[in-house]
């Protein structure tokens, strides 16, 4: 296992800005300025991973290095692969635990787009550093509970984080009894190499979703189950 916790990081403010639709001249933008540099010595994500082994697949059925998963797309997906990588990253415990006051809605609403950020540079940092380290090329992902809950459930947290241990002593993310990440701004999952890119997303019929990476392929999704192997 592999724990990245000391990464270089600084955050884009003009790409905040953007995303927020803030203009670079205007009070806003100064007050975020501001927000960012009394967190800035709080922005510590972090991340872990393991390299595992696939040992066993079934119809819908994975054993990654021991520990069983059960979800249909998931072992389509890693038909042709041999090594995986599962992992789980977050935007910090330092970060998560710095609060504003309750009716500065707006204070709110940037500090949670900081964290986003966070996390985002994060899991850009931890697939590249996957692609050097391990010489690969395109690399994608699936997570418990993404898309929709049908794909691999999210109550296959539990055994996602069976294979570090200690999670919260290790990089400060605990799950909840409702399979939730605490800090929220964290993700988890199995990165794996691909020659075509998949993403959840192109299983995913919601109608209306900011965070769509890809449109919704309802051709794709019958593929997964169209024969039983
Ligand atoms: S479309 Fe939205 S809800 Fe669906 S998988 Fe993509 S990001 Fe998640």
Redesign the pocket.
């Known amino acids: 296992m592999e724990i990245l916790d000391d990464v270089p990081m600084e955050l884009d403010v003009d790409r905040l800005l953007k995303k927020l639709h803030i203009d670079k001249e205007s009070k806003n933008a100064e007050d975020i300025q501001g927000l960012i540099e009394t967190v800035a010595p709080a922005i510590k994500p972090k991340a872990l991973y393991e390299v595992s082994y696939i040992q066993h697949k079934n119809y819908d059925i994975v054993d990654i290095g021991g520990v069983i998963f059960k979800s249909r797309v998931l072992r389509v997906n890693l038909d042709k692969v041999e090594r995986v990588f599962p992992y789980i990253a977050t935007c910090g415990r330092e970060l998560d635990e710095i609060v504003v006051p309750s009716d500065d809605l707006l204070r709110q609403f940037w500090l949670d787009s900081i964290k986003e950020m966070a996390l985002h540079a994060m899991r850009e940092y931890l697939a590249n550093h996957l692609k050097e380290r391990y010489a690969l090329g395109q690399l994608s992902k699936m997570s418990p509970g ?3 809950q049908d794909l691999w459930p999210i109550e296959q947290q539990r055994q996602l984080f069976s294979i570090f241990g200690n999670v919260e002593e290790l990089i400060g993310v605990t799950l909840t009894e409702s399979f939730l990440m605490i800090p929220i701004k964290s993700v988890s999952g199995i990165y794996f190499p691909t020659e075509i890119r998949f ?3 192109q ?2 019929p ?1 109608e209306v ?6 449109p ?1 392929d309802k051709d794709l999704l019958a593929s997964f189950y169209k024969d039983r192997a």
């Open positions: 993404s898309g929709s993403e959840s997303c299983l995913c919601r979703c900011r965070s769509r990476r890809a919704y």
